[in-house]
Nanobody, 123 residues
Framework: VQLQACGGGLVQAGGSLRLSCAAS????????MGWFRQAPGKEREFVAA????????LYSASVKGRFTISRDRVKNTVFLQMNSLKPEDTAVYYC?????????????????WGQGTLVTVSS
């Protein structure tokens, strides 16, 4: 069972990136999914979450209005569209599957984590 995140890269401030997270080996269609990030020297922080059917989303205050989380349950993939990127968005971004079906920003609710994908925003 793996969560494979991709789509990171180097972008200028104000630009956009779209991250993807594909699940293999097990379907997470009934689980909420989330994105977290960890900047150098900082703790991992919540970014966004989406419930099992995509009907409810949750965002951190720092990305609300700029980032959009979505999912394709058939393809078992979660996306994070990031617009108006800022240098402070620079971090390794991780996708994760929650143990439940509802959105949550609590790290402890996420039991399956993917490897990270690096996003670097230059000023």
């Amino acid at each position: 069972v793996q969560l494979q995140a991709c789509g990171g890269g180097l972008v200028q401030a104000g630009g956009s990136l779209r991250l993807s997270c594909a699940a293999s080996g097990r379907a997470f269609s009934n689980n909420a999914m989330g994105w977290f990030r960890q900047a150098p020297g900082k703790e991992r922080e919540f970014v966004a979450a989406i419930n099992w059917n995509g009907g409810t989303t949750l965002y951190s205050a720092s990305v609300k209005g700029r980032f959009t989380i979505s999912r394709d349950r058939v393809k078992n993939t979660v996306f994070l569209q990031m617009n108006s990127l800022k240098p402070e968005d620079t971090a390794v971004y991780y996708c994760a599957a929650s143990i439940g079906s509802k959105t949550t920003d609590y790290t402890g609710d996420y039991r399956k984590w993917g490897q990270g994908t690096l996003v670097t925003v230059s000023s």
